[in-house]
């Protein structure tokens, strides 16, 4: 019997499809923010869309150590990985114990599953197939943790690539104020 890893997913998002498309949004200090909404004035702007990975690039040091990011759909809240320095479409999921990531988020990455610990998940939709993996890096905003746990999905996850759970949100303080989250570096 495979090992059973300790990964509860909440997967709301998986119930709705189709283009969204967000904003990243810099401010004059450097901060980052994202949201459905168009940038205020003076913020430098990038439109995201689901459909097309975002551009890799650097974002440079984050003003303070924080990453604000704005809800959408269902009050979730969406960011850009940057994961073994490929880009891709996160979810952040406070209730998730490892990221996951979909398989064919994982090929993008190139991460190699051959030598992984493969196991069982508990998730909001039952039990699915898993690879347990270490990730060389996981970056958001700036702020990149190295060797981070994560478990390869056996499905694909829906609109995102990545659900970012605690094995990489634990280097961070987060906080949750109406509709805005906070990240700062521990």
């Given at each position: 019997?495979?090992?059973?890893?300790?990964?509860?997913?909440?997967?709301?998002?998986?119930?709705?499809?189709?283009?969204y498309?967000?904003?990243?949004?810099?401010?004059?200090?450097?901060?980052?923010?994202?949201?459905v909404?168009?940038?205020?004035?003076?913020?430098?702007?990038?439109?995201?869309?689901?459909?097309?990975?975002?551009?890799?690039?650097?974002?440079?040091?984050?003003?303070?150590?924080?990453?604000?990011?704005?809800?959408?759909?269902?009050?979730?809240?969406?960011?850009?990985?940057?994961?073994?320095?490929?880009?891709?479409?996160?979810?952040?999921?406070?209730?998730?114990?490892?990221?996951?990531?979909?398989?064919?988020?994982?090929r993008?990455?190139?991460?190699?599953?051959?030598?992984?610990?493969?196991?069982?998940?508990?998730t909001?939709?039952?039990?699915?197939?898993?690879?347990?993996?270490?990730?060389?890096s996981?970056?958001?905003?700036?702020?990149?943790?190295?060797?981070?746990?994560?478990?390869v999905?056996?499905?694909?996850?829906?609109?995102?690539?990545?659900?970012?759970?605690?094995?990489?949100?634990?280097?961070?303080?987060?906080?949750?104020d109406?509709?805005?989250?906070?990240?700062?570096?521990?």
């Amino acid at each position: 019997m495979p090992r059973v890893l300790n990964l509860l997913l909440v997967l709301p998002a998986l119930c709705w499809a189709g283009t969204y498309d967000y904003y990243e949004c810099v401010d004059a200090n450097g901060g980052i923010s994202y949201s459905v909404e168009r940038c205020g004035r003076g913020n430098k702007q990038r439109r995201i869309a689901d459909e097309t990975p975002p551009e890799s690039r650097s974002l440079g040091p984050v003003a303070g150590g924080l990453i604000r990011l704005q809800s959408g759909p269902g009050g979730h809240f969406y960011t850009t990985a940057v994961i073994n320095g490929t880009p891709m479409r996160a979810l952040v999921d406070t209730g998730a114990s490892d990221v996951a990531i979909s398989p064919s988020a994982a090929r993008r990455a190139r991460i190699d599953t051959r030598h992984g610990v493969q196991g069982i998940s508990q998730t909001a939709n039952g039990t699915t197939p898993v690879t347990g993996v270490v990730l060389q890096s996981v970056e958001v905003g700036g702020a990149a943790v190295r060797q981070v746990r994560a478990s390869v999905l056996s499905q694909e996850l829906g609109s995102e690539d990545v659900l970012l759970g605690m094995s990489f949100l634990r280097h961070f303080e987060v906080s949750t104020d109406g509709g805005l989250m906070t990240l700062r570096r521990k």
